[in-house]
């Protein structure tokens, strides 16, 4: 048998509750309003504010837009089929385009050959300063009015690149890198990393002077290493040392006698000045006399040496013939004679 209810267990019906429920959403808002106000208040002003123990007035229609900006924050509601829709990429370039005054840009097609002619694929064995030296040197070629020079590098930068190089390129986010600064920087610290700056100064700090190699011989492969390697960071002071500490002894011996001392007691300039003219004169004196060099079997000839090795046996084969043509007369004279005399 069911329960009748009681008047007394009844909630009354409020017959005005939107108008409540909108109230307590204004008193919320008030407060709320009055945390932020006070945030934003510098301490004296708080305190000041405090002391008053008075609160901001917030009007109706203030009200009714900070509730309406807080329903618009509302996170939307993402689906699965959201995610499994497939989306159009802002930018199919990495490199984003520069901001040049001119309206249009146009390349010449010798331009774009010359920049073919000297791709950079990304190998091992290839030098990314020699390949950026001439890239930037082919596109000094061009001036085009309205269009700065970083402008033109970084637009026809992803054309000189190819397999391996230009799908580095690709990897990056769109629209990125946004200067020719970063491109380098980006460019150097993926194809030429701090290992091979470690590599190329201990190629450096340790060269040394072959025994059959001239003093201009040597300073050339020097100045190799320098610039296979330019963030050595050698002051030029220390690279003349290196150099010098790396020569032959009758080398070092031969630069300390031109000047009456020793090379070091002099400035750099000086020192690279007296350098320079030594390996400019090379002579055959800077090589190493005290270097013997051994005999080669006939394994070990190569074909510049046979042939001097055969030249010099038709010299002896034909000094030799001509000696004998040369005692024919003679020979002959003296068997007449003798054949004169019988009779």
């Not at 203030?62 to 699965?80: G, N, Q, S, Y």
């Not at 190089?165 to 986010?173: C, D, T």
């Not at 290493?225 to 030029?236: A, D, I, N, Q, S």
């Not at 002071?237 to 010098?244: A, E, G, H, S």
């Amino acid at each position: 048998m069911q329960r009748r209810s009681t008047v007394d267990d009844l909630i009354p019906i409020d017959l005005e509750i939107n108008a409540t429920c909108r109230k307590r959403n204004s008193e919320r808002i008030k407060f709320f309003l009055q945390d932020l106000e006070a945030a934003a208040t510098p301490k004296e002003e708080t305190r000041s504010f405090e002391a008053s123990s008075s609160f901001p007035i917030v009007g109706n229609s203030h009200i009714e837009h900070v509730e309406d900006a807080i329903m618009a924050k509302e996170p939307r509601r993402v689906t699965l089929e959201d995610y499994s829709s497939s989306t159009v990429p802002q930018f199919f370039t990495s490199i984003a385009q520069p901001e040049v005054q001119a309206q249009t840009i146009t390349y010449p097609p010798s331009l774009m050959q010359l920049i073919q002619n000297s791709l950079f694929h990304g190998l091992p064995n290839e030098d990314p300063y020699a390949y950026l030296a001439t890239y930037i040197e082919i596109c000094n070629t061009i001036r085009l009015a309205g269009v700065p020079a970083d402008a033109i590098r970084l637009s026809l930068f992803s054309f000189s690149l190819a397999r391996e190089a230009k799908r580095w390129l690709r990897s990056f986010k769109g629209n990125n890198p946004k200067s020719w600064d970063e491109v380098v920087e980006e460019f150097l610290k993926k194809y030429f990393p701090e290992s091979k700056t470690a590599k190329g100064k201990a190629a450096i700090s340790s060269f040394h002077q072959f025994p059959d190699e001239l003093l201009s011989e040597a300073l050339e492969r020097f100045r190799g290493l320098l610039r296979k390697t330019p963030t050595h960071g050698f002051l030029e002071p220390i690279q003349i040392n290196i150099f010098i500490d790396g020569l032959r002894t009758q080398s070092k011996h031969l630069l300390d006698a031109s000047i009456g001392g020793k090379i070091k007691m002099k400035t750099p300039d000086e020192a690279m000045d007296l350098i320079k003219s030594m390996a400019a004169s090379d002579i055959a004196i800077l090589r190493d006399q005290a270097h013997i060099p051994t005999k080669k079997s006939l394994l070990e000839l190569t074909s510049q040496d046979a042939l001097l090795v055969q030249n010099m046996l038709l010299s002896k084969q034909l000094k030799t013939l001509t000696e004998t043509l040369s005692k024919l007369p003679t020979q002959l004279h003296s068997a007449q004679t003798s054949h004169s005399s019988i009779l």
